[in-house]
């Protein structure tokens, strides 16, 4: 999957998850290193650089699978 885009993969998650979690997958696994050493720069800690990096992931799953502000409208 790593020839697909970060865009693509954002737009597939969109319409996978919950159930199909291939294309999150792929956005972790290819952003999980950068964003844990960014973290880690910023906090110095390897648990707490971890636990940020998960907290990271799950508010991006989480915005995938939540109801767009315009599908809440209607």
């Not at 971890?50 to 508010?59: G, H």
């Amino acid at each position: 999957m790593t020839s697909i885009s970060d865009e693509e993969l954002a737009a597939r998650c969109k319409t996978e998850l919950p159930t199909t979690t291939c294309s999150y997958e792929a956005l972790v696994q290819r952003h999980m290193e950068r964003v844990y050493r960014i973290a880690y720069r910023v906090v110095g800690n390897k648990e707490d650089a971890e636990d940020i990096a998960q907290d990271v992931f799950l508010k991006v799953c989480l915005l995938y699978t939540s109801p767009s502000p315009r599908d809440r409208q209607k």
